[in-house]
C-alpha cells in the first residue's frame, strides 16, 4: 500500500515550456486534489475532484489545468511554465469528507 | 484566499520541554486537522478533530478542537528532536470538500 505517489520528484523548466505532474493514490479514495506550497503562504489549492470525471477550481488555479480519467490518477499540467510558478507541488487525496493524505511533492523551478 | 491564523511562527526549545501552538479563524470549522511536516516531504496527518470540544491524543501529541469552532489547539508534552518540523494546521466547514491551511509553525529542538 503506497498511499499517495507523485512523479516527478524534480523538475528544471524553461519560460514556456510545458509538462504534467502526475499524483496516483492506492486508496480507493473518491477525493484528489492539487496545492502547491510557497515560502510563508502555507499549502494553497490549486485544483480539486470529487469523482472520476469531474474538476473544480481552487483557490489559485490560473496557469494550471487537471483531469481525473481514472479515480486512481490526478494529472495536474502546465501548458505555459511561468517563473511565478516556482515552487513545492503536492498532491492529496481523502474519502468523503475525510482526512486527506499527502504524496511527497514536486519541486519545479522555472527559469 | 483565506487564510488561518497560526501561532507562534517559530519556535526555539529545549528538548523535553512542552509545547503549545494554536490556530485561529474568523470563520467557524466543522473539522481540524493538525499535520507535521518533516524538511523536502509531504505533511503528515497527526491528528483529526471533528466536534467542538474535543480532546484527543496521538502519543505525546494532544490536540483540541476550540468550543467556539473558531480554533484549535496542539500541544507536544516532552519533546524530543524528531519533534523538529512545521508544524500545520487545517479547518473545513461542513459539506465542503476544502481544508484550509494554517501557515505552519516551526519548531526547532535545542538538545
Known amino acids: 500500500n503506497a498511499g499517495v505517489t507523485q512523479t516527478p520528484k524534480f523538475r528544471v523548466l524553461k519560460t514556456g515550456q510545458s509538462m504534467t505532474l502526475l499524483c496516483a493514490q492506492d486508496m480507493n479514495h473518491e477525493y484528489m486534489y492539487w496545492y502547491r506550497q510557497d515560502p510563508g503562504m502555507g499549502l494553497r489549492l490549486i485544483h480539486y475532484?470529487?469523482?472520476?470525471?469531474?474538476?473544480a477550481k481552487g483557490e489559485v488555479p490560473d496557469g494550471y489545468n487537471v483531469s481525473r480519467l481514472k479515480k486512481q490518477n490526478f494529472l495536474l499540467g502546465l501548458e505555459s511554465a511561468a517563473p511565478s510558478q516556482t515552487s513545492v507541488y503536492f498532491c492529496?487525496?481523502?474519502?468523503?469528507?475525510?482526512?486527506?493524505?499527502f504524496g511527497p511533492g514536486t519541486r519545479l523551478t522555472v527559469l | 484566499g483565506q487564510q488561518l491564523n497560526q501561532s507562534p511562527q517559530s519556535m526555539f526549545i529545549q528538548e523535553g520541554e512542552d509545547v503549545s501552538m494554536n490556530c485561529t479563524s474568523s470563520s467557524i470549522f466543522n473539522t481540524w486537522l493538525w499535520y507535521k511536516q518533516d524538511p523536502g516531504e509531504g505533511p503528515v496527518l497527526l491528528i483529526a478533530?471533528?466536534?467542538?470540544?474535543e480532546l484527543t491524543s496521538n502519543g505525546r501529541l494532544t490536540a483540541q478542537f476550540g468550543i467556539t469552532r473558531k480554533d484549535s489547539f496542539l500541544n507536544i508534552s516532552a519533546s524530543i528532536p524528531s519533534d523538529v518540523g512545521i508544524y500545520f494546521c487545517?479547518?473545513?466547514?461542513?459539506?465542503?470538500?476544502?481544508?484550509?491551511f494554517g501557515t505552519g509553525t516551526r519548531l526547532k529542538v535545542l538538545a
Open positions: 487545517a479547518g473545513a466547514t461542513s459539506g465542503t470538500y476544502k481544508y484550509i
Open positions: 492529496a487525496s481523502s474519502s468523503q469528507g475525510g482526512e486527506q493524505f
Open positions: 478533530l471533528y466536534k467542538a470540544g
Open positions: 475532484s470529487v469523482g472520476e470525471g469531474t474538476t
